[in-house]
Structures are given as C-alpha cells and as structure tokens.
C-alpha cells in the first residue's frame, strides 16, 4: 500500500501546543499531546488551514525552492489564473508572462487555457446519459480528498477528468517538443506555481492510478517576490495570453459553474462550508435539479490558497477588471465534436480510505461505539480543547482507541470530580 505524501508539515521547535490549529482543522487531523501539535495523516487532506491559523507559524507547507534552476535544459512554467490576481494595478497578463520568462523559464504555459478546454468538455460529459448526478468538480485535490476519506457514496458523482493544471502540463511538453524537435523528455522540466499545499500533494501523489506530468512545485508566494524584480509595463511581442475570461474566471469560486453554461449548479468555498454541502449531498437533502457542484477548500476559490500572497476579496476584485477587456474564451473544441479525448479523462478514481470506522471487525466497532457514547456522557459536552483533543467526543474516541489513557486528562472532568469527593466528603 502506497504512503500518502503529505505537503502540510510541523516544526515542533515552534509549536507551543496553543490549540489553535486543533480547533481549525476540519477533519479533526491534529491532536495536542507533550505540549506540541500531531498531524494523524490518515485524515490530513493539507487543506492549509492549520498554516494560515497558526500563530507561531509552526505548519510549514513543503514544497520546492528555484534551486539547481539552470541545471534543467528546457524548463516551463505552468502558470495558474490566480497569479494574475496577486498584483497591484496588473492591466495586461502578458506582464506576468514576459516576467516569468525574465526569470529564465523556456516556455510558459496558462492553467487558464486548459481550463477553457475543461469547461467545454465538461458540458459534454454532463450530456452523457447515465452519469451520477449531480457532478462535483475533481478541480480541487482537498476535496476530492475530502470524499475519498469521508464520503463514499459520493465517489461516484466525481467528474473523472483531469484538473486544468495536469492538462497543461501534458500540453506544454506536447508543444516543447514540436517547437524543439531535439528535446527528449527528460530534458523538459515542468514547473508548477501553487496557490495552496493541496495541489503540492496531488502532485506528489497522483491521482487514483495517474502520475503528475509535472515535475517541481514552487510556491506562489516564493515566485511572487522574484517576479516584483523583473516585471516591466513592456512586455515582449512574442509573449501573449492565450486565455480568456473563462479561464482566468477559474482562480474564484463559481467560476467553473459559469463556465459550463448551465443554471442547475451549486457553488460553495470554505473547506467548512464544503463539508455541509456534501453532507447534504450525501444525505440527498438537495434540489433534484441540481446538475454540477463546484467546491473550493480554500474562501474564495484557489485566490484564497495558503500559499497565496494577496487577501482572496482583493485578488478576486481585480481579477473582475482583468476580465473585463478580455474575449470571452480563445479555447474551443472542434466543431460537431461530441467525445471527451482521453488525455483528459481519469481511468481509476481513488479509492475509499474510510477514516471513521473504529476497527476492520464490526462486533468490535460497534463495542467500542458504545464506550465512546458512555464515555461521552461523562465529559462535560464543552468541545474546549484544553485535553488536546478536538471535541469531547474526539477524547472518547481517543481514550476507546488507547491513544490516551485516563479520563482525568480532561480539566474540566478531574475538576468535577474533586469536588464531587469534597462534597462527599
């Protein structure tokens, strides 16, 4: 069984043991235990928001630095729609593009692009009879992730096509190479700019049974500081975006759902919020209309990304007057085209990795099921924290499995019972 490699980290030389993180975490991943914060990987989905909320900036992301940058021969730069957002007063994308070849990329290559090519075979595959409906967008790792740990009867509603981003990695080095027919492809490195340590895991690990075409991670906030550097007003002739607003549209949320041109969608962002919708969605509390679900972990769409510069209201506004003057899409399918290719098509989804059961034998889980209700109703039902455990319900849960071993580890509890002795007393 493959390890998943997690891009979400803890410097324990930093971490005070506060509970921040422990409150924020949606999947209930991280204890407190010797004074310092444990990340369980099992239900780690390197959603960031432990790295944004911690206040001793203990959580790191791992992700690559531009070392070693020249050794490469032919090295593209695959470019996401919320770079664009990160810059002041920014009136021509071509600026961002010329700036990155400044720097010393070879070629670079629009997320935004792709996903024009994205949302056009997605109003296909929403065509197609048969499918599960409604359709959630296999755009954002954290949630597909999310489903995969959580929500197993949901599996079947993932869009089984690549994300934009692995679409224009498997373009880029298709185009390298008809422009440089004597680059071989160990020759190409492909560089990818995240907004969030999601994508650096899905990266890592793949999708299902797919490998990244992408080779090297690096962080938006990283590329940033050295593109202030070189960017001018005055981009070269040979550089031009080839997007629209389709695509840069994809860098917020609900900007996939538009793009498919159909009203019967939902859109939502917030890892907490996309939590409720497929509650909702797996319990079949939803509109029996409802076609396609766009959900972001990060508040704003990937803008919101921990690895981002800029406040995610912010980049959204000017992505909004970035828009504006652009065409609507440069990217369509060919006419009367009526299959999805599959260079963009998923073979095998992910499997289910329930992180819920208590144990692979029923009779046992549902034993310590029933300890965990008792125990439950001896604790004091405040979700405080101070145990290092999430929930009082986490702590009984802790406390069946024997990853802790008294009771009185819980303040408020041994608090109660000593006065409970005096009063007896």
């Keep these: 069984m493959n390890?998943?490699?997690h891009s979400v980290t803890l410097d324990k030389s930093k971490c005070t043991g506060c509970t921040t993180c422990l409150r924020h975490c949606p999947t209930e991943a991280i204890r407190v235990r010797d004074g310092h914060a444990q990340i369980n990987p099992e239900r780690c989905i390197d959603c960031g928001e432990c790295v944004r909320v911690c206040p001793h900036k203990a959580k790191k992301v791992r992700y690559?630095?531009?070392?070693n940058f020249h050794d490469k021969r032919f090295k593209i730069a695959i470019v996401p729609p919320s770079m664009f957002?990160?810059?002041?007063?920014?009136?021509?994308?071509?600026?961002?593009?010329?700036?990155?070849?400044?720097?010393?990329?070879?070629e670079v290559y629009e997320v935004a692009k792709s996903a024009e090519l994205v949302s056009a075979y997605t109003r296909l595959y929403l065509k197609t009879e048969g499918i599960k409906k409604p359709v959630i967008s296999s755009a954002c790792p954290a949630i597909v992730r999310l489903i995969t740990l959580r929500f197993p009867y949901l599996k079947d509603n993932i869009l089984p096509m690549l994300p934009p981003m692995e679409v224009a990695a498997h373009d880029a080095r298709i185009r390298a190479k008809e422009k440089n027919p004597d680059l071989k492809d160990?020759?190409?490195c492909v560089?990818?700019?995240?907004?969030?340590p999601a994508k650096v895991s899905y990266i890592k690990n793949g999708f299902g049974n797919y490998k990244s075409e992408i080779d090297v991670v690096l962080s938006m906030s990283d590329i940033y500081f050295s593109l202030i550097g070189v960017m001018n007003d005055m981009p070269s002739s040979d550089t031009s975006s080839e997007a629209g607003m389709i695509g840069i549209g994809w860098a917020t949320s609900g900007g996939e759902s538009s793009a498919i041109f159909n009203d019967n969608y939902l859109a939502a962002d917030g890892i907490r919020n996309a939590i409720k919708i497929l509650d909702q969605l797996e319990n079949g509390n939803i509109p029996p209309q409802l076609e396609f679900v766009e959900l972001n972990a990060c508040i704003g769409g990937c803008v919101g990304g921990a690895l981002t510069i800029e406040n995610p209201f912010i980049a959204k506004t000017r992505l909004i007057s970035l828009k504006r003057y652009m065409p609507v899409?440069?990217?369509?399918?060919?006419?009367?085209?009526?299959?999805?290719?599959?260079?963009?098509?998923?073979?095998?989804?992910p499997d289910?990795?329930?992180i819920s059961r208590l144990s692979d034998n029923f009779a046992k889980s549902m034993k310590m099921l029933a300890q965990i209700k008792q125990i439950r109703e001896e604790l004091p039902g405040i979700d405080c924290g101070a145990c290092g455990s999430p929930t009082c319900r986490a702590f009984a849960e802790d406390l069946v499995k024997g990853t802790i071993s008294d009771k009185a580890e819980?303040?408020?509890?041994?608090?109660?019972?000593?006065?409970?002795?005096?009063?007896?007393?």
């Design 329 to 349: 899409s440069l990217n369509k399918i060919p006419d009367g085209q009526t299959f999805i290719p599959e260079d963009y098509l998923i073979e095998q989804m």
């Design 191 to 196: 560089y990818f700019i995240s907004p969030c």
């Design 85 to 106: 957002g990160q810059f002041e007063r920014l009136e021509d994308v071509d600026i961002v593009l010329q700036g990155l070849k400044d720097l010393g990329f070879d």
């Design 352 to 354: 289910y990795v329930p």
């Design 186 to 188: 160990e020759d190409i």
């Design 64 to 67: 690559s630095k531009l070392e």
């Design 410 to 425: 819980c303040v408020l509890y041994k608090h109660i019972r000593e006065k409970e002795e005096e009063n007896d007393g």
């Design 3 to 5: 390890v998943y490699e």
